[in-house]
């Protein structure tokens, strides 16, 4: 299975606002610098996660993009539908559409979407190599990741 680059980069953008020490803003110039984009369809990507309720933008002098939940909270499956929610959905069955292919093809899909649903950001964090890129930037004193039951913004 191939991952749209849309999600992606949604998942990417998670993945860097959740390196932020106590959860600082990220602005979009640095998220686009980063991952090597335009700022328009990162723009776009992070209007998606903003309206499911994964990030939440921060106005003002030190603005930006934050995460919104506890890490342990937002699953991949959560970031993949706030950017694909129509695509990931079943549609209702039609006279045209109706075929042994379809539904197995749906079947996967689901069964993919509930794997994903058990990997949370907390898991994608807790990974040995993102510990040690996070350890080499010197984001954290050791390379533990920070308590993740305290990673998030109070609304």
């Known amino acids: ?3 749209s680059s849309k999600a992606r980069y949604a998942i990417q953008s998670m993945i860097q606002l959740a390196m932020q020490v106590d959860n600082k803003p990220l602005t979009l110039a640095d ?16 209007a998606s996660l903003r309206e499911s309720g994964l990030v939440v933008g921060v106005r003002g ?16 499956t959560s970031i993949l539908m706030s950017v694909h929610e129509r695509h990931l959905k079943r549609p ?45 930037q010197r984001l954290f ?4 990741f920070p308590d993740k039951e305290k990673q998030s913004i109070s609304a």
């Not at 002098?61 to 991949?76: H, M, N, Q, T, V």
């Open 61 to 76: 002098p030190g603005g930006g993009y934050r995460i919104a939940k506890k890490l342990s909270d937002i699953s991949i």
């Open 141 to 144: 004193k050791d390379t533990s």
């Open 92 to 136: 209702k069955q039609s006279g045209y559409d109706m075929s042994i292919y379809n539904d197995m093809w749906w079947d996967l899909s689901e069964t993919l979407q509930d794997f994903l649903a058990d990997i949370s950001l907390a898991d994608l964090m807790d990974r040995e190599d993102v510990q040690t890129f996070l350890h080499q």
């Open 31 to 46: 998220l686009t610098q980063q991952q090597g984009i335009s700022s328009s369809y990162l723009e776009q990507l992070l």
């Open 1 to 3: 299975m191939k991952i």
